[in-house]
C-alpha cells in the first residue's frame, strides 16, 4: 500500500467528518449494547428468519470475491460474517451482477448489500444528473475509505499520469460504478480541448484489465484496494498505478430505506467490532488498514 494514495486511521477519521457535511448524519454514539443487546436490535422478522441475505458481486478481489474452496472471501464476507456473529444471524450471500445491487435492495429481494458499494448523495436520494427522481434511493453505513485509481500496462506506454492526458484515448471502466461516472464526465472535459475520449463500458473489472493488458484502453479506472492489489507480483505484475489518489469516498452497508431498526442494528455492531478490535484484524488480513474509519457513519458520502 502507498500511504500517499491512502490515509491513516487518524486522517480518515478527519476525511469521514468532511463526508459528513453532506450526509443527513452523523456518526452513530458509540453503544454501551453488548452482543444480548445488539441481537434485541435486530428488526424482529430478521430475527426470527435467523438469516441475514446480503448481496455482492463476488469478482472483485481483496473486497469481495470467490476463495479457491468457492467460499465468499475478502474484505467483505469477512466484516458481515462479523456483524452476523455479533447479531446471531446466519449469513448469506448472493451473487448478483454489481449494477444489480442497488434494484434489488430496493425491491427486498435481499437484505442489504455489500459488495465495495460507494456512498454517494445521488444514491442516497435516487435523483439522476438530469434531476429527476430516478428510484427510491438506498441508506448507507459507512466503513470504509476509498479512492478511484488508474490502473495502467506496466511500464505505462501511453504515458497516463492525470485524467486529462486520457483524452484521445479509450479508458475501461466496470459498468455501473463511481469509475464509470468519473469517465463519462472525462469525455466532456476532453471534448472541450478538442480531444475525444472513449469510455469502455464493461460487465466486470476482469475484462477491463483485459483490455488495458491487450491494449484496446491505455487504461482501467477502479477502487484503489483492487488497483493496488493487481499491481501485486501475485497477479503477474502486468499493471501499474498511476496518478495518485482520486475521489475519496466511503465504501458502504447498503439498505432500502423503509428498513431503519436494521439500519440501526448493523452500525451498532460495526461500531463495536471497530471498538473491540476485530476491524482492525480484518483490514490487517487484506492489507487494508490505510481505509480505516473511526465509526460506522449513516449517509455520509458526497
Partial sequence: MHDTLMPARALAAVSVGGLLLSGCASSLTPAADGAAGLRDRVPPAVRKAGVLRIGSYLNYPPVDFRGSDGAPAGLDPDLANAVGKLLGLKIEFVDLPFEKLIPAVQ????????????????????????????????????????????????????????????????????????????????????????????????????????EVAHGSAVADL????????????????????????????PYAITLNKQDTELRTALAKAVDQLIRNGEYDKILDKWGLRTGAVSSAVVNGGR
Avoid: W
Fill in 222 to 249: 477502479n477502487d484503489y484496494p483492487v488497483a493496488q492489489y493487481n499491481t501485486s507480483a501475485e497477479q503477474g505484475g502486468g499493471f501499474q498505478l498511476t496518478g495518485g489518489s482520486l475521489q475519496s469516498s
Fill in 107 to 210: 425491491a427486498h429481494e435481499i437484505d442489504i448489500a455489500m459488495s465495495a458499494v460507494i456512498d454517494t448523495v445521488p444514491r442516497q436520494s435516487g435523483i439522476d444528473d438530469n434531476g429527476r427522481q430516478a428510484n427510491p434511493g438506498v441508506d448507507f453505513i459507512d466503513y470504509f475509505i476509498t479512492s478511484s485509481s488508474l490502473l495502467v500496462k506496466a511500464g505505462n506506454p501511453a504515458g497516463v499520469t492525470t485524467l486529462d492526458s486520457l483524452c484521445g484515448h479509450a479508458v475501461a471502466v466496470q459498468t455501473g460504478t463511481v469509475q464509470a461516472e468519473i469517465a463519462t464526465r472525462q469525455v466532456g472535459a476532453c471534448s472541450r480541448s478538442g480531444q475525444k475520449l472513449d469510455v469502455h463500458l464493461l460487465g466486470t473489472d476482469r475484462q477491463a484489465l483485459d
